[in-house]
């Protein structure tokens, strides 16, 4: 007999609740605690031999913390003797740095694959990598999973399909928007041609819209928002070139200072991330608007734990 | 042609620089830096190509972040083409998480070793492990290198060999006292028996010594100093048992808040540590020595460049 087992670092304590409550399971509890020195001690206060491990971390800032939580989790779960463990990252860490950029870089994304491994994960859950390929770094099965249905649904709720274009922030995420484009209607495309100095990330230089945005209320899409300034420009540009309303919608807010600042004065008219990242109550703005990821985690978990097939999750909606 | 290459973590800058004037070598040129989020970036500035790379990085708090940016650093040589590549570990993080206590726990100190080995270390070299097993966590070679000759050098110079007793703070230390003893002309050896509840870490009740330390100048020695409770009260126990002079004696000053406090008050003569951990300013205080370990630490990779036999430095003095 399996048994479903749900575990969390301490990182978002809150989504895991949320996860828990559809899943209809208690969070195990723990014992996680910091030594002096900054060395993490977990322990579990359930035996867990034999079960079905689902452990969960969200990645913010001190990531590096929770990286290594997860690990000693996983670790004692391995020693523990659970029969099958899957590392749930709702925020991927390191996806950004996942291939060499120039020479003598690390390629940290598949690192954090090779750690996870290393511990003893057999299987990721996760959500919205920055690029597909990440994916193929992990030695073992990884259900990626899309934000994308929600967002949408929840957009096409609150603004309708009708005069809509669907806006990519830069080039490379120009596919990503074609598939919002599909999901709202067969609305129109269009992406912002922008430069980046790669020594100096962060700071980017954008500049024309390619597409037409003019009098349209524009979906501006990304997969995370960091310190926002590439996405609070993006919205200047679509405001010089006549669009409508601009909404952002991207599925992890990041957030580093200063975006909440960025984002609130962007003059876009609402910003709607998921919870894959908690956001503390300092960061919230009047315009930002939240939606939960925990029922497609907990659905992703429910499906893993049954063997069942994800694959009517991917393009799914709620 | 071999080339042997320094690389250093941003934790213990100036242990670096000692190392590599020792070797006179220079500390190859890198940048990192930490993303708004936490994740850190590394890109070394110069080829790393057929390199015999030794990547120091010591561990002290934050810890977590240092360790990720040590496997980071590794990752990087790896795929920078490095021949050979040996993590120096001053301080081995997680070595007192080195067994299960009970059920349900994670082995750090293996799930560090085999990150290491994941990342793309082919050996590792340390110092004063807190326990020798930890070297067989490891696949690979470790060289594990002893302060000891160096701090009991120190001593023997400074305080003698007449009139003294090694005291170890624990049970757990009689045997290294033991070597102690030898080293110093064969002292007398005591110990203090003592009762701590596993639960609460850091926290000792110390009782009585067993061994005759009267009158004697007690050298009382550790691998390591964390909040310094045990070793603060173990100095009192002594007093109490007409100890003359205690002279404290550690690897690892780890000194975590309040160990400055506790150890400028405790009564001892002098604190003795070395410098595999840094030690700010505002942890100093007027009885602390602080060694370089910067001399053996080059020694150790110098022969492990020359593939030379390191035992020589196993109980060797300078
Ligand atoms: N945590 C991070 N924050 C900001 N920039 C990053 C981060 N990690 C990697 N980068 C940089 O982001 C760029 C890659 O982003 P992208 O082109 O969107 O895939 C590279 O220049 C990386 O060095
Ligand atoms: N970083 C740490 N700081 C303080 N205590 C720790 C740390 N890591 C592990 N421990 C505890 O220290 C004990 C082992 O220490 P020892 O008996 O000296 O080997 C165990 O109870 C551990 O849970």
Not at 106 to 128: E, F, N, Y
Not at 264 to 292: H, M, Q, W, Y
Request: hydrophobic content about 40%.
């Amino acid at each position: 007999q399996k048994n479903l087992m749900l575990f969390s670092g301490r990182a978002h304590p809150e989504l895991a609740e949320q996860v828990a409550k559809e899943l209809d399971v208690q969070v195990t509890p723990q014992t996680a605690r910091d030594f002096a020195n900054g060395e993490i001690f977990v322990r579990f206060e359930e035996s867990v031999r034999g079960s079905d491990a689902f452990v969960l971390q969200s990645h913010p800032f001190p990531l590096n913390q929770w990286v290594m939580e997860q690990l000693i989790m996983i670790d004692a779960l391995k020693r523990g003797s659970a029969k099958r463990i899957t590392a749930v990252l709702p925020f991927y860490p390191y996806a950004r740095q996942d291939k060499k950029h120039r020479g003598r870089e690390p390629i940290s994304a598949r690192l954090i694959a090779d750690l996870l491994k290393t511990a003893g994960a057999d299987r990721i859950i996760t959500v919205d990598l920055h690029t597909d390929q990440i994916q193929g770094f992990f030695d073992g099965p990884v259900d990626h999973m899309h934000a994308q249905g929600q967002l949408a649904e929840y957009i096409r709720d609150r603004y309708g399909v009708e005069n809509i274009a669907v806006v990519s922030p830069d080039s490379g995420r120009v596919r990503v928007a074609e598939k919002w484009a599909d999901t709202l209607g067969g609305a129109p495309l269009a992406f912002i041609h922008k430069t980046r100095d790669p020594l100096v990330p962060n700071q980017v230089k954008s500049n024309r819209v390619v597409g037409e945005v003019e009098g349209r209320t524009c979906i501006l899409i990304d997969d995370m928002i960091d310190t926002g300034g590439t996405i609070a420009g993006a919205v200047k540009i679509l405001k010089e070139a006549g669009a409508g309303d601009v909404v952002i919608a991207a599925t992890h807010g990041v957030l580093s200072h200063p975006a909440s600042e960025r984002l609130a004065a962007c003059g876009a008219e609402e910003v709607i991330v998921t919870n894959t990242l908690p956001i503390d109550d300092e960061k919230r703005f009047p315009t930002l608007t939240v939606l939960s990821i925990a029922p497609l985690l907990a659905r992703t978990i429910q499906e893993v734990f049954e063997n069942g097939s994800v694959t009517s999750l991917f393009n799914g909606s709620a």
